[in-house]
């Protein structure tokens, strides 16, 4: 199955919440986190560069959970409602 392009909005989405991510995270590393959320630290790194700007939504909801954020507030600094 080949995936449709992302939109610019898409991609800025993803780039708004790797962000976030990486903010929230502060001093402790991307293993530390990723290990927490049950992700790869590969895939973390992926996503708060922007090179997976769609991750699935339970990764969303580990990494949240990982990090102390709730979804509502990802959702609303992120914009990652679907339009």
Do not use: H
Not at 70 to 83: E, I, K, Q
Request: aromatic share 2%; glycine share 10%; net charge positive.
């Amino acid at each position: 199955m080949v995936r449709a392009p992302l939109t610019p909005e898409e991609r800025e989405r993803g780039e708004r919440l790797g962000r976030l991510l990486r903010e929230t995270r502060g001093p402790r590393s991307m293993v530390e986190v990723a290990a927490a959320a049950g992700i790869s630290a590969e895939t973390l790194r992926k996503i708060e560069t922007g090179r997976a700007p769609t991750p699935a939504f339970f990764t969303v909801a580990a990494l949240a959970g990982a990090l102390g954020l709730s979804m509502d507030d990802l959702v609303t600094r992120c914009g990652l409602a679907p339009v």
